[in-house]
Nanobody, 122 residues
Framework: QVQLVESGGGLAQAGGSLTLSCAASGIIFSGNVMAWYRQAPGKQRERVAS???????NYADSVKGRFTISRDNAKNTVYLRMNSLKPEDTGIYYC????????????????WGQGTQVTVSS
């Protein structure tokens, strides 16, 4: 069974920081591209940041310089450090994995976590 479990969301003031974590199980973690997405009320889900198994990263323009994605392949965990938070960062943050699983090491599968709420007050 594949599971992605997010934690670390909550309420923060503008200018503050939060760190999200996503613990994965059932996937070949080092072979998966891990990403964080967010969905604000009334808006489409958007990708915030992604990190390849090798450590290469990509960021949405809106978070460059403020957010940092990282991963610990030994702990099967991906993180999102969010600094200088803005009210427009408010939304539900989802963890996503794309790649092989412990049950099929050949094909690529996409899985989502249940999401964690981040609310930034002005």
């Amino acid at each position: 069974q594949v599971q992605l479990v997010e934690s670390g969301g909550g309420l923060a003031q503008a200018g503050g920081s939060l760190t999200l974590s996503c613990a994965a199980s059932g996937i070949i973690f080092s072979g998966n591209v891990m990403a964080w997405y967010r969905q604000a009320p009334g808006k489409q889900r958007e990708r915030v940041a992604s990190i390849a198994g090798s450590g290469g990263t990509n960021y949405a323009d809106s978070v460059k310089g403020r957010f940092t994605i990282s991963r610990d392949n030994a702990k099967n965990t991906v993180y999102l450090r969010m600094n200088s938070l803005k009210p427009e960062d408010t939304g539900i943050y989802y963890c996503n994995s794309v790649g092989p699983t412990a049950y099929d090491s050949v094909r690529s599968y996409s899985y989502w976590g249940q999401g964690t709420q981040v609310t930034v007050s002005s």
